[in-house]
Nanobody, 121 residues
């Protein structure tokens, strides 16, 4: 089994910054892509940013230029640096990781429990 634990959420004023972290632990041989998703009340969960094991990144248009995703492969950790936050960024943010438990296995998606980010106007 694999566990993802997020931290770093909270309340911030518009224009402020927050940094989210997510640590993966458990039966891990390697981690393929890692990413951050968010879900606002009444809306579907959406991709915010993703990063491959090689460091290739992908961002939602709504956060491009304001958010930066990075990872530390040695620590099985992914980060999301959020700057110039807007009230519309308010959501529960979820960490996702595609994990291989054995050398011969394919990847399986795991999710964190979510961390609340609230941006006040």
């Amino acid at each position: 089994q694999v566990q993802l634990v997020e931290s770093g959420g909270g309340l911030v004023q518009a224009g402020g910054s927050l940094r989210l972290s997510c640590v993966a632990s458990g039966s891990i041989f390697s981690i393929n892509a890692m990413g951050w998703y968010r879900q606002a009340p009444g809306k579907q969960r959406e991709l915010v940013a993703a990063i491959t094991s090689g460091g290739t990144t992908n961002y939602a248009n709504s956060v491009s230029g304001r958010f930066t995703i990075s990872r530390d492969n040695a620590k099985n950790t992914v980060y999301l640096q959020m700057s110039s936050l807007k009230p519309e960024d308010t959501a529960v943010y979820y960490c996702n990781a595609n994990v291989r438990g054995r050398p011969w296995s394919t990847g399986f998606d795991y999710w964190g429990q979510g961390t609340q980010v609230t941006v006040s106007s």
